[in-house]
């Protein structure tokens, strides 16, 4: 090898070495500008949480407790006489914040779940049944209740989907049944 050539390679080498060293920098200050906003990412999922664990008594989790507040307000002011509801929703507004909206939530969760009362339902019979008659049978027994037709199908599909209820179609209507603990099953 002459000294030319190992120049060369000595050359080339350092060229590589800079390149190689400007790339690793580059990559370096792209990573730091990623954990820096992952970082960021991370209070904000902090942040959430805490108002999730917060709010988490709220049996409406769409509605904020402010919401559930101005309606128990309201409320309030239609069952009271017209000259009594202005005294009260002066007062009500001087109540501690969340303090009504608490109360009516609380209230509100301690209900069974709507997926819970159709199984009772449907535990009760042995052949299957339309969603209309489950959901006739629900106001029946249930008056302070009041699932749309719609919402009553959802959550029966929810509970197909689990596998706590079997669906059966039959031409064009759609029947249920309890599934019985230990027997497997799947949906027609």
């Known amino acids: 090898m002459t000294s030319q050539s190992a120049a ?6 350092a060229e590589q070495a800079a390149s190689d060293l400007e790339e690793n920098r580059r990559r370096q200050q792209e990573l730091a500008e990623k954990i820096t906003v992952l970082k ?6 902090a942040d959430i949480l805490n108002l999730a664990e917060r709010y988490q008594g709220f049996a409406d989790a769409s509605r904020l407790p402010e919401q559930l507040q101005d309606e128990a307000v309201a409320a309030k002011a239609k069952r009271a006489p ?15 914040a969340g303090s009504t ?16 009362l ?15 008659e489950l959901r006739d049978e629900l106001l029946e027994k249930h008056p302070d209740r009041n699932p749309t037709p ?20 039959q031409q ?4 249920y049944t309890l599934v019985k603990p230990g027997a497997a099953g799947s949906s027609d």
């Open 8 to 13: 060369t390679l000595r050359s080339r080498y």
């Open 40 to 45: 960021q990412e991370e209070a904000l999922l």
């Open 82 to 96: 017209a000259g009594a509801a202005s005294r009260r929703s002066g007062s009500a507004r001087t109540a501690p």
């Open 101 to 116: 909206a608490k109360a009516g939530a609380q209230a509100k969760s301690r209900q069974p779940l709507l997926g819970d």
């Open 118 to 132: 159709l199984a009772d339902l449907l535990g009760t019979y042995e052949e299957p049944r339309l969603a209309k």
């Open 150 to 169: 719609q919402v009553v199908r959802n959550t029966l599909e929810s509970l197909v989907a689990k596998g706590r209820i079997r669906r059966h179609k």
């Open 172 to 175: 064009r209507s759609v029947m």
